[in-house]
């Protein structure tokens, strides 16, 4: 059985129905939360005290706490030997960090933010060998700049139908390469 590293949040509508689609089809599926810290995490009392402290001290804290998770993730990826490690955004795990990833199986995104989130797209597309994405402007214009690893892929439809596609493009992808 191949394996996943999802790594997603369950805060996002988006996570259950990734894990459940996963695991569908075929996939022995394992999870780090990106925000699974109380720093981060909405709604938890340390959270909410954190976002009333100074700036400085909040970003302090809230890197802190980033940089906790991307060794949750390396520690994940190093025992679960995944084939796949799929991401859903988490557009504040570090650079360094996605490149050892990729150095361990090919590493996915399905971004479902469009044009206001342009900035951390840009930042992230080259970090990844598939980058997927719910808005066909940010498609054209990352094609526009050179970037072949992105596709369109809308968030209608059955989430299952929609990773389907996701794990066609990669696999077929990747039995050419």
């Known amino acids: 059985m191949k394996k996943i590293l999802l790594i997603s949040t369950p805060s996002s509508s988006l996570h259950d129905s990734l894990q459940k689609a996963l695991v569908a089809l075929g996939f022995e599926v394992h999870v780090v939360d990106f925000l699974d810290h109380d720093v981060l995490k909405i709604g ?103 970037h072949k690893n992105v596709y369109y892929l809308p968030l209608s439809g059955s989430i299952e139908d929609r990773v389907r596609e996701i794990m066609h493009i990669v696999t077929d992808a990747r039995r050419w390469t």
């Open 44 to 146: 938890h009392p340390v959270h909410r005290a954190v976002a009333k402290m100074p700036e400085m001290i909040r970003d302090h804290l809230q890197n802190k706490a980033f940089k906790q998770i991307d060794e949750k993730i390396l520690e994940a990826a190093g025992w679960v030997e995944p084939d796949y490690i799929f991401v859903s955004k988490a557009k504040n795990i570090d650079i360094p960090v996605l490149e050892q990833l990729r150095k361990i199986a090919p590493t996915l995104n399905w971004y479902p933010n469009g044009m206001g989130n342009i900035y951390s797209i840009r930042k992230l597309i080259r970090h990844y060998d598939y980058f997927f994405n719910v808005d066909t402007e940010v498609v054209e214009l990352m094609n526009k700049e050179g």
